[in-house]
């Protein structure tokens, strides 16, 4: 691996391997992050539905009482 990296900056020079790792590492980071994002969206979708269920159950109470 090391080997591969020097004969590529020997090769297209320094900043075209450091703008491609930085490229991969943001391509990297964005998929992290989507998957972070979708798991928070579906917990909010989740207590959503449970505060919905939650007021309906209060409402209900109230309309008892």
């Known amino acids: 691996m090391d080997e591969s990296i020097i004969q590529a ?3 297209v020079g320094f900043p075209i391997v450091a703008t491609l ?3 991969y ?3 990297n980071e964005q998929k992290n992050h ?3 994002t979708d798991s ?3 917990a909010i979708n989740s ?3 449970i505060m919905t269920e939650l ?3 209060l409402q209900d109470k ?3 009482e």
Do not use: C, P, R
């Open 34 to 36: 989507k998957a972070e």
């Open 62 to 64: 109230l309309k008892g």
């Open 25 to 27: 590492l943001l391509l």
């Open 40 to 42: 928070l969206k579906e």
């Open 47 to 49: 207590n959503t539905l």
């Open 21 to 23: 790792g930085l490229g």
């Open 9 to 11: 900056i020997s090769t």
């Open 55 to 57: 007021k309906q159950l």
